[in-house]
């Protein structure tokens, strides 16, 4: 086998994450490309947790579909997770053996497993540890013996895992890991699952979403955060809160999230480079405070990364559902740019260019990551951060520091912004609309000159060709955009399409908004038919292109709301549908 997607559920306390994060570590050294995915109950304490890894001799863009390795450590929790653990015909399912359940009565309806395992988990757990409590220990070398992976590799793990805790933890874990190892060789599986090894192992990052954002914002320049923990977004304000002190920035953990952005924005006015990250229920807080930083032009990275909805929602689950509230959550006429990454990887650049775009432009920008992208592992190359440009806002010469005009009119629409202590450069910054020197006016025609300013500053956007990725066949007139999580879910269909000669070729933006039209007019060109894929009940990216673009009658919504993963084969099944049709209406 050259790929294989292994996935567990248990109650808190099982180590269900830790035994994931164990696998993932080991495959990720071996030279395996590995994705974990992990999903909580919304219980703040205690619950069921699951966690998925997928691993694979080749690039990986997605966490999968149905699972290869599904372990139950008891059926009630594995239930609760329903379409994120997948099972199929081709599934090995490996459960407690002390629930009770006989192998023909697991409780997955028709399905009909390629094997069932009932182990004594428990049982082995406690006779080798000396407690239940080493469980993931066990289930890691019963998928060392079951899978081939290299033993010495999960061993030194568990090592680094547990060294902290003492001598005494780490053997019990080792000795439960040497359980399970020799259970899986005294019963061999009936349709053994080997892995294929990698041709090399290279060097590989290994990192999650929100973390790589935090040290993307680090390389661009922040110097501030200001925020408020909320699920799932609170590592990058942890990551920043460890790392940024070393490179001269601060970290302030407000009261609420409307202080939170407040003090960002004043940290950008006074001249630093700026972030908060927040979730759907803050940025709805923060949505005041934002027009704010929109009318004194003043450059702001904020993230959302997104969750189920609305109010708390699915707090633990991903979903793509706040893209409305990111393009038009706002009072007046405002337009700010909104990016979103589709990968752990693509958060570095997209951050970099979040930054860049804040600074250039002097306006507030908003990257939407979401919970499966934010909170996954990864492995991924080496960033060559020599390749990449940081920007910095345009700053007011001596000359124009002798009679300073903060929101002078110029060709682009951009005016030197200065910050306070600059000998010359005071003005005011406030909420109220404004003339060119930054006096407090209620006239009409200033209104009016100073929206055409603050839209027409970010026309360059809609022609910018870093705005999308593009691949497929360029003369395909079958089509697939996806954006977030799902465009790596577009990317795998791709793939799947070319392996059996469908011709189809894919867009996935990394600028939502404004809308990039010259970009998605050149690839629509020769579309007759395809699909916009998203995570949310309303399809909320193919509503925004029919705002602002003349689309194909044959290009259609296919949407789903949050915590039902859309699975590659289910694309691809749809997209032939759709090519037969085409061909049929055409003869």
Request: charged share 20%.
């Amino acid at each position: 086998m050259r790929d294989i997607v292994i996935g567990m559920a248990g109650s808190g306390g099982d180590g269900i994450v830790s035994a994931g994060e164990s696998l993932i570590a080991a495959a990720a050294s071996l030279g395996f490309h590995a994705m974990m995915t992990k999903s909580f109950g919304p219980q703040i304490r205690g619950g069921e947790s699951s966690c998925r890894v997928r691993l694979s001799t080749r690039e990986l863009h997605s966490s999968g579909g149905a699972l290869g390795v599904a372990i139950a450590l008891n059926w009630e929790d594995f239930l609760k997770f329903g379409s994120e653990l997948r099972c199929d015909d081709a599934t090995v399912v490996i459960y407690e053996a002390k629930t009770g359940v006989l192998p023909e009565h697991i409780p997955l309806g028709n399905i009909k497993p390629r094997e069932i395992m009932a182990v004594p988990l428990a049982e082995l757990t406690k006779q080798s540890a000396g407690t239940e409590k080493a469980k993931n220990s066990l289930v890691l070398g019963l998928l060392s013996g079951w899978l081939g992976l290299s033993q010495d590799t999960l061993r030194k793990g568990i090592q680094r895992r547990y060294g902290k805790k003492g001598e005494e933890i780490v053997n019990g874990n080792l000795r439960a890991f040497e359980a399970g190892r020799q259970y899986a060789d005294a019963h061999p599986s009936q349709t053994p699952l080997r892995l294929d090894a990698p041709a090399a192992a290279t060097t590989k990052i290994l990192t999650d979403g929100n973390d790589i954002t935090a040290a993307a914002a680090i390389f661009a320049g922040c110097q501030f955060f200001g925020g408020y923990p909320i699920t799932p977004s609170s590592e990058v304000m942890q990551f920043l809160g460890k790392e940024i002190w070393k490179y001269g920035g601060a970290v302030l953990q407000a009261e609420d999230e409307i202080a939170g952005i407040g003090t960002a924005v004043g940290a950008s006015f006074g001249g630093k480079k700026a972030m908060t990250a927040t979730s759907g229920p803050g940025m709805s807080l923060k949505t005041e405070i934002l027009g704010l930083a929109t009318i004194a032009e003043l450059p702001l990275v904020v993230v959302n990364v997104q969750r189920g909805g609305p109010s708390t929602g699915l707090p633990t689950k991903p979903e793509q559902s706040d893209l409305y509230q990111a393009c038009f959550s706002a009072h007046g006429d405002v337009l700010r740019p909104v990016l979103a990454p589709t990968s752990v990887a693509d958060s570095f650049h997209c951050t970099v260019d979040a930054f860049n775009i804040a600074e250039r432009y002097q306006t507030p920008v908003i990257i939407l990551s979401d919970q499966e992208i934010a909170q996954r592992k990864e492995t991924c190359d080496p960033i060559d951060t020599s390749k990449l440009v940081v920007e910095d806002r345009k700053r007011p010469t001596p000359e124009q520091l002798e009679k300073y005009t903060r929101f002078a009119a110029s060709p682009d629409g951009i005016s030197p912004i200065s910050h306070p202590g600059m000998k010359g450069g005071a003005y005011l910054a406030a909420g109220i609309e404004h003339t060119e020197s930054g006096a407090p006016s209620a006239s009409g025609a200033v209104h009016a000159r100073m929206n055409d300013k603050r839209f027409n500053k970010l026309l360059p956007l809609e022609s910018w060709s870093g705005a999308v990725t593009v691949a497929g066949d360029a003369g395909a007139d079958l089509a697939l955009i996806a954006w977030g999580s799902i465009g790596g879910v577009a990317l795998e269909v791709l793939d799947l399409a070319q392996a059996e000669g469908l011709r189809l070729k894919v867009l996935v933006p990394r600028l939502l908004y404004p809308v990039p039209k010259e970009v998605y007019r050149s690839f629509l060109r020769n579309v007759n038919s395809g699909l916009v894929v998203e995570q949310s009940h309303q399809g909320q990216l193919y509503k925004i292109l029919r705002m602002e673009l003349d689309l194909p009658k044959g290009l259609v919504s296919y949407c789903r709301s949050g915590a039902n993963p859309i699975q590659p084969s289910e694309v691809l099944a749809k997209l032939k549908a759709l090519s037969a049709d085409a061909r049929r209406s055409l003869s």
